[in-house]
């Protein structure tokens, strides 16, 4: 059994880990209902883009039109761009490796078809892919807490850019999406070229005429790159809840894993120190009889 002063290094050696934790959680739990409410707040106004997106598909012409923007634009796919969202600081539990794992069976899926490039948004992505033969098209870290659409403006500018020159001909984009504080789902999403969403009055069965000045083409030209811009800052808003709510729940696990350990180490402290006591009596004991 081990004395009790290697017991005693060990429970203040706890004691400190359980106050760093606790601590690391509490800060996590403030950022965290922030982020959750900047990634709530942005749901409906992309909700409603893809809705404006929907009618203004189905006003613009068929795909076959020759004036077809070049961002809905299908073609064989030779190269795959994949933006993978991932934050910058550990501690987060499973979250990283989940992500991680998620984007390398996009990588290493018998069905891509072409060349993967990757668009690392995040630390912990960049450094995992760094260790594998995959090019990078750019690198994004630091974006901060709450990041704002200025700072994911020049992630989405670089696939748009290399989309519409041919360097690349589908853009996936790979973040963890943010369903409650202790579930956050790794999820995919095709960013280019991009999908018009089923105009709702379609699904409902009824007809909404629209107006559009100057033509749904020339509204069609302007909304495509901010549909783009906002498919990324809220991906990244998603990201920046989950990542925030990961850390909260996995320190507070440990907080509680350092409280238990504290316990078991505190009854063992006892057991020593109590096992010491007795041996002490009985040497005392033995000297006295031995002197009578």
Known sequence: MPSTREIRRRIRSVENTAKITNAVQLVAASKMRRAQLRAEAARPYAE???????????????????SLHPLLERREVQETAIILITPDRGLAGGL???????AGS????????????MVP????????????DVPFRGEFQQLGDYPGLDDTRPISRIVIDDYMS???????LVYASFVSTV???PTTIQLLPVEAPVAESAEAGSEVEYIFEPSPEAVLDEL??????????????ESAASEQSARMVAMRNATDAANDMLGDLTLQYNKARQEQITSELLDIVGGVEAMA
Do not use: T
């Open 96 to 102: 990283i490796s989940n992500l991680q794992r998620h």
């Open 121 to 132: 948004v995040g630390r912990k992505g960049l450094d995992y892919f760094s260790r594998f």
């Open 166 to 172: 041919g360097a690349v001909d589908q853009v996936s």
């Open 224 to 237: 495509l790159p901010r549909y783009v811009e906002m498919q990324v800052y809220q991906a990244v808003l």
């Open 106 to 117: 996009l990588v290493l899926s018998p069905d891509q078809a072409g060349g993967i490039s």
């Open 48 to 66: 409603s883009m893809r809705g404006l997106l929907a009618n203004l598909a189905d006003a613009g012409g068929d795909a076959d039109s020759e």
């Open 183 to 185: 579930q956050q789902r």
